[in-house]
């Protein structure tokens, strides 16, 4: 899945931030929400969250047991104020002293694992798309060949539709490439006349509050620079730095995929991604540049509560362990694979996995991997995907239907879409994947607030931030529940999404057209700490090994 373009643009991209730059009138501003939508209720709140406060009123006087969530993702700032004392250590491990002394294969593998990195701690954290990668690989043998080779039939098959989805990659990265330089080139300008207005040196930044200070001015200019800016933080949370810096960050995802660097992966870890030989590899480094979409994961599951810093996690007693094999473009099979295996082998009983793609070369691999975690009662919890598409018609990888046929649902796999604040018609996230068969559950991912790399917040959109607040649950209830098995934690978060009968809402992908909500997804609901930890309180616990 492309993390940037919804984790910060949301479905809005290549709609609302392509308007005509010779605007004269501000847009209406987005109602502000509080940063803690997510965790209130709707009955007292108004707000569609999981009825967290009310969890907790449940759970008081009760004792929890700290649970090890690990988190699949870009990596995690480990000196956040909000993390530092939950990130998980590794026992057996002595820090820094450049020995395996867990007799692992990894080196100093304290808080957890980079699948990315490479010697002289460096990262691999800029890569193209999958079907880019699986074309240029495949291209030599395949390209103007009308017709299958005799016994490459099936990788013939396979030739075409990487084909297929790489045409459809590029061509529209291309255009948006197109489209979006020149606005680049809009935002650096406007920022400079901004600037100017409110007396601010060049090294300054400015945030949407300082914009209200420029008032009504009979310079064009000035007013269209401000309609820009003012549409741009109206989806967009931090100041005009961040803004340019992430949107520069985004031309160059798109660029990769127009003239990729298809030697990165060799250069930096050295491993061959497409062979499975159990050979140890990566770094363990966990801070990098393109840790912000990890840190917010991380946030949202366990930030320390109570503390007066940041936000609250969802879940009050667990260590978070970080596992780095996402980049700023498609994770590798054979990551996915060895993350998931990390996590289960060092103690994690919940995962949350905030990624995927359109293409998986070897997905044996990784259902191997999940069948893994589902033999050691290990839940996996991931993001449904942001293309507004139907995941029943056409998946997202990866998922629970393994290609051999030996399972379509996972017990101990949750799949979860993307829901808003309000009850309404606005209640899917536009930019959510669905299906009443694929996805299991929704959850608060619009305008979601966690915190970020280098003691910042970020607000943003997407089922990367749904998965890590079920996920969040999920540990939650297993804290204060430790003997229930990863298929009964999967059965009282589904069981804690009442559905929402009768709200029809915009089918996501599309304009206007309308649906119940309740044909989005397996239960039909959004998720429910109170409903969970109460579900929970009467089952009798099967967890295997406790």
Same mark, same amino acid.
């Given at each position: 899945m492309n993390i940037f373009r919804n984790y910060l643009f949301g479905a809005t991209l290549t709609g609302a931030l392509l308007f005509n730059l010779?605007?004269?009138?501000?847009?209406?501003?987005?109602?502000?929400?509080?940063?803690?939508?997510?965790?209130?209720?709707?009955?007292?709140?108004?707000?569609?969250?999981?009825?967290?406060?009310?969890?907790?009123?449940?759970?008081?006087?009760?004792?929890?047991?700290?649970?090890?969530?690990?988190?699949i993702d870009s990596g995690i700032d480990t000196t956040q104020n909000d993390l530092k004392s939950i990130l998980w250590v590794n026992p057996k491990e002595v820090p820094n002293n450049g020995k395996d002394d867990d007799h692992d294969g990894l080196v100093d593998d304290v808080h957890g694992w980079d699948f990315l990195g490479g010697p002289g701690g460096k990262v691999d954290y800029t890569e193209t798309t999958e079907e880019v990668r699986e074309y240029n690989r495949l291209k030599p043998k395949y390209d103007g060949v009308s017709a299958a080779p005799e016994g490459n039939e099936k990788e013939y098959a396979y030739w075409l539709k990487v084909k297929a989805q790489h045409d459809e990659t590029v061509n529209k990265s291309s255009s948006e490439l197109q489209q979006l330089s020149p606005m680049m080139n809009a935002l650096m300008a406007t920022s400079g006349y901004i600037k100017k207005e409110l007396k601010l040196n060049s090294t300054q930044t400015f945030t949407k509050?300082?914009?209200?200070?420029?008032?009504?001015?009979? @310079? #064009?200019?000035?007013?269209?620079?401000?309609?820009?800016? %003012?549409?741009?933080?109206? =989806?967009? +949370?931090?100041?005009?730095? *961040?803004?340019?810096?992430?949107?520069?960050?985004y031309l160059k995802k798109l660029? @990769? #995929?127009?003239?990729?660097?298809?030697?990165?992966?060799? %250069?930096?870890?050295?491993? =061959?991604? +497409?062979?499975?030989?159990? *050979?140890?590899y990566g770094n363990n480094v966990l801070t990098n540049p393109d840790a912000s979409h990890g840190t917010g994961v991380a946030?949202?599951?366990?930030?320390?509560?109570?503390?007066?810093?940041?936000?609250?996690?969802?879940?009050?007693?667990?260590?978070?362990?970080?596992?780095?094999?996402?980049?700023?473009?498609?994770?590798?099979?054979?990551?996915?694979?060895?993350?998931?295996?990390?996590?289960?082998?060092?103690?994690?009983?919940?995962?949350?996995?905030?990624?995927?793609?359109?293409?998986?070369p070897h997905k044996d691999w990784v259902d191997a991997a999940f069948k893994y975690a589902a033999d050691h009662d290990v839940l996996l919890v991931q993001a449904s995907g942001n293309d507004g598409q139907n995941v029943d018609e056409k998946p997202e990888y990866p998922n629970d239907t393994f290609a051999n046929g030996s399972q379509t649902d996972g017990d101990n796999v949750i799949s979860v879409g993307a829901s808003s604040a309000k009850v309404g018609e606005d209640l899917a996230a536009s930019f959510s994947n669905y299906g009443k068969k694929n996805v299991d559950v929704f959850a608060p991912g619009v305008k979601v607030t966690s915190i970020d790399l280098n003691a910042e917040f970020n607000t943003a959109d997407g089922t990367s931030?749904?998965?890590?607040?079920?996920?969040?649950?999920?540990?939650?209830?297993?804290?204060?529940?430790?003997?229930?098995?990863?298929?009964?934690?999967?059965?009282?978060?589904?069981?804690?999404?009442?559905?929402?009968?009768?709200?029809?809402?915009?089918?996501?992908?599309?304009?206007?057209?309308k649906v119940d909500f309740t044909t989005l997804s397996k239960t039909g609901g959004v998720v429910n700490a109170y409903n969970a930890v109460q579900i929970a309180s009467k089952l009798k616990g099967e967890r295997k090994g406790k």
């Open positions: 010779n605007v004269s009138a501000q847009t209406a501003p987005v109602a502000d929400l509080p940063k803690n939508w997510h965790q209130l209720d709707l009955k007292a709140d108004g707000y569609y969250g999981i009825s967290l406060n009310n969890a907790y009123n449940f759970l008081k006087g009760k004792k929890s047991k700290t649970v090890v969530v690990a988190t509050a300082d914009l209200e200070k420029i008032q009504a001015t009979t @310079n #064009d200019t000035i007013a269209q620079s401000k309609a820009v800016w %003012s549409q741009m933080f109206n =989806n967009i +949370d931090g100041d005009n730095s *961040k803004v340019i810096k992430d949107f520069s960050d660029n @990769n #995929d127009v003239s990729p660097d298809l030697n990165v992966r060799k %250069s930096i870890v050295g491993d =061959n991604p +497409d062979v499975q030989d159990g *050979k140890p946030g949202l599951i366990g930030a320390v509560r109570g503390n007066g810093y940041g936000i609250d996690g969802v879940a009050d007693n667990v260590r978070i362990m970080s596992i780095k094999a996402v980049p700023d473009g498609d994770e590798y099979d054979k990551d996915i694979a060895n993350a998931i295996r990390f996590a289960v082998d060092h103690g994690a009983k919940v995962v949350n996995m905030s990624f995927g793609k359109k293409i998986s931030f749904a998965s890590p607040i079920t996920a969040g649950i999920a540990a939650l209830v297993l804290e204060y529940y430790p003997n229930l098995s990863a298929k009964q934690l999967k059965q009282v978060i589904l069981q804690s999404a009442t559905p929402t009968t009768g709200v029809t809402v915009v089918k996501p992908g599309t304009k206007d057209e």
